[in-house]
């Protein structure tokens, strides 16, 4: 979650959406994220809405859990209101930030909230992430009471002078215990990877993904470090104090990424991410991916029902003036037409290994397969069968291919 919010349209006071929401409602499956926006240190890479303590300024965590549950009643009668059937939520995800910073209770108690309100759906997929130096045994069993079936783990790098570079605080040594303690608990596992770091080689890269691995999680993510303006890793390298991550080198790290893991039992089903068989996918990202409805829950968290997306007010303190005062959190908010939903389904679904449809795409587009498969970009065998797939070249130049599909 960026910390910069889009411009838009004011939000209405009471955060009340249109009647056009419910058109279509049928199709789609409906999610919950709450965003828990407070860590020990702030990374020197990270561009999220965080908050350590020093920075909190008229917001307490120990205030936080009753706020979120009262955000969460609140967006019960605005879907109520906007006519909106009952939905049981398919996934529930706590990101952050560190989640796992407040007690084990406030994390159960939001997530009550949400069963109490909404309902979970059977055998759904409820997530927190956590960093490896946030938990324990006992926390990671008081989840599982709790209702929880997945812990995602923030490992980002197995060598210390990468994990130095990112300014993370945890031990690699630490990724077994944590692991271990998450199964005991009966847990599903993720770990998190961070590659093309600067001063972080294909060896390093290397020794990285071979310790993810042997720890057997049933899912994996690797995501090529992005430098966001304004982060203390961006003045770094504008001082020039480390380098500037190389494009070509970040691309041999995703090729490397790719042989290992398949080698290792896991196939890639979006551009960073890979399951050990069927049904260890993220449930919840893949509800973002296809543009299902979710309710995002917290300062800066970001929501979409039928078309309709916003934000809430970035700040802790701002958040809680609001949810005390009974006023909808959101900040700003914009109604996607036709053509914008449009171009964000081929935008995102070219991202996952389930395609999308060639039938979906527009004449541009559809003049582009032919070309596409040619640049081996595309699987040729796949868009035979109706369905535009990414080859390995293909995710690797995901947002050319993008291009490619759109009209100017």
């Not at 926390?139 to 990112?166: C, E, I, N, W």
């Not at 069927?278 to 543009?291: A, D, P």
């Not at 802790?316 to 914009?334: K, M």
Request: glycine share 10%.
């Amino acid at each position: 979650m960026p910390s910069a919010l889009p411009l838009a349209d004011p939000a209405p006071a009471d955060g009340s959406l249109p009647a056009s929401v419910v058109d279509g409602v049928e199709s789609r499956d409906f999610g919950v994220y709450v965003h828990v926006p407070f860590c020990r240190v702030r990374c020197g890479y990270c561009d999220f809405n965080t908050y350590t303590g020093d920075e909190l300024r008229g917001a307490k965590r120990s205030d936080y859990a009753s706020q979120a549950i009262a955000e969460i009643r609140g967006a019960d009668r605005v879907l109520h209101d906007a006519g909106l059937p009952p939905r049981s939520a398919s996934s529930v995800f706590f990101g952050g930030g560190t989640p796992t910073m407040l007690p084990s209770s406030d994390l159960g108690g939001m997530l009550t909230a949400v069963r109490d309100t909404w309902g979970i759906e059977p055998g759904a997929e409820v997530t927190t992430e956590a960093n490896p130096d946030s938990v324990d045994a006992d926390y990671l069993v008081d989840l599982k009471r709790a209702g929880f079936t997945r812990v995602s783990f923030g490992m980002q790098s197995a060598v210390p002078h990468v994990l130095a570079t990112l300014e993370r605080t945890h031990d690699p040594a630490r990724i077994p215990l944590v692991v271990a303690w998450a199964r005991d608990a009966g847990l599903d596992v993720s770990l998190d990877l961070i590659y093309s770091t600067p001063g972080e080689s294909l060896d390093d890269w290397r020794r990285s993904l071979d310790h993810a691995i042997a720890q057997e999680p049933d899912h994996l993510s690797a995501y090529s470090l992005i430098v966001e303006d304004g982060t203390k890793l961006a003045r770094q390298i504008r001082r020039g104090e480390v380098a500037q991550p190389d494009d070509d080198t970040a691309a041999d790290m995703y090729e490397l990424a790719d042989e290992v893991l398949a080698a290792a039992g896991y196939e890639w089903y979006e551009v960073s991410n890979w399951a050990r068989g069927e049904g260890h996918e993220s449930r919840h990202n893949l509800s973002y991916w296809r543009g299902h409805d979710w309710w995002g829950v917290g300062p800066g968290a970001h929501s979409h029902v039928g078309g309709v997306r916003w934000w809430n007010v970035k700040h802790p303190a701002a958040y809680a003036e609001r949810i005390v005062a009974g006023l909808s959190p959101a900040a700003g908010r914009e109604t996607l037409d036709a053509e914008t939903r449009a171009t964000e389904r081929v935008l995102l679904a070219v991202r996952i290994r389930d395609g999308l449809r060639i039938a979906e795409l527009g004449d541009t587009g559809r003049a582009e397969v032919a070309g596409l498969i040619a640049d081996g970009l595309i699987d040729g065998r796949t868009a035979i069968a109706g369905a535009l797939r990414l080859t390995l070249r293909g995710r690797l130049l995901a947002d050319a291919v993008v291009r490619r599909l759109l009209p100017d």
